[in-house]
């Protein structure tokens, strides 16, 4: 695939707002650091920004939006993080705050939590793109797995050309440094990524048990759950792939992007059936199946 740099004008917005809405990652400048773009809505969309950062993990995804208002629709935000939200936003701060049940987020954004982190950015590109394409966006940084952080479109370019369409090409970004990320949710405020903006909060770690059975940012089911699964027994919940039907499947066609795509939905449907136990069929470990393996093999070691 050949990658376009754009400068940021009102065409390469509406370009990028056409291939978000198709279902493709775009990287678009932030205040902070650049941004892998996808439709937080799509599940798919945001499998392909794992398949193209090359991420062997999943973590739970920033989902960016224009506005306070906006951010209501998506998560419950108590008295603590609206006052956060009033004096930063829009800025460089993330809020974790509890994920409204009947909001359209993917599960793959929040990799399966209650739980979502929220902002809204600063950089009219990005505020440009929100407004045009009128859904939220889930937006790592535009790097892949394991190098930096870009700054500037010419280090989107040099980790992920090829990988991607376009990168929307704005300079240099101002504050150069993630956003900082506080979790507002349980009725105290905590830090769990320094960054730009000083919040008197609790240090608090992404890591940290909140309740049980539960990282503060690894869903987990409660169920044992079994690796590479060809038959169900009796007392199973199989999650298949590909040949291995199972219950549901991941994808029929054992397609990765799409086995990504239904990972937190089909393991939560899993935990909440009547079988006591999970196993789930063999996934090929290449490509985005070493990110859905390595959230398997978590959930399977308890
Ligand atoms: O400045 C930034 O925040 C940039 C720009 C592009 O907005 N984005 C960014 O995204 O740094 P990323 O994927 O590198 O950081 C996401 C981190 C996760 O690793 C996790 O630590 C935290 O945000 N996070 C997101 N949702 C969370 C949740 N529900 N619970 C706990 N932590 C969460
Ligand atoms: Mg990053």
Not at 136 to 150: D, E, K
Not at 155 to 172: N, Y
Not at 208 to 236: F, V
Request: proline residues 9%; charged residues 20%.
């Amino acid at each position: 695939m050949d990658t376009r740099v754009l400068p940021f004008t009102d065409d390469s917005i509406a370009e990028a707002a056409r291939l978000i809405l198709a279902g493709e990652p775009v990287a678009v400048p932030t205040e902070t650091v650049y941004g892998l773009a996808a439709d937080a809505t799509n599940a798919q969309a945001v499998a392909r920004i794992y398949q193209a950062k090359g991420r062997p993990s999943f973590n739970p995804l920033i989902v960016h939006v224009p506005d306070l208002a906006s951010a209501e629709c998506i998560g419950d935000f108590g008295a603590d993080a609206r006052s956060l939200a009033a004096e930063h936003w829009p800025g460089p701060l993330t809020l974790v705050v509890e994920l409204r049940p009947a909001s359209s987020i993917a599960s793959i954004v929040t990799a399966g939590l209650p739980t979502v982190g929220i902002r809204v950015p600063a950089h009219p590109a990005a505020q440009a793109l929100l407004r045009a394409i009128g859904r939220p966006l889930a937006a790592p940084s535009a790097n892949a797995s394991g190098s930096i952080s870009p700054t500037r479109a010419e280090h989107v370019l040099k980790s992920l050309g090829r990988r991607i369409p376009l990168i929307i090409d704005a300079g240099l970004t101002e504050r150069g440094l993630e956003s900082t990320i506080v979790a507002a949710t349980g009725g105290t405020l905590r830090l769990l990524r320094p960054g730009p903006i000083h919040v008197d909060a609790e240090p608090g770690s992404g890591e940290r048990i909140e309740a049980p059975g539960q990282l503060a940012s690894h869903y987990a089911p409660s169920k044992p759950l079994r690796l590479n699964a060809t038959e169900r027994q009796d007392d199973e919940y199989l999650i298949g792939f590909g040949d291995v039907p199972g219950d549901a499947s991941l994808s029929p066609g054992a397609d990765l992007v799409e086995a990504a795509a239904r990972l937190f939905d089909l393991l939560h449907q899993a935990d909440a059936s009547d079988k006591p136990r999970i196993a789930v069929a063999p996934v090929p470990d290449d490509g985005l199946g070493a990110a859905i393996n390595d959230r398997l093999r978590r959930a399977a070691a308890g």
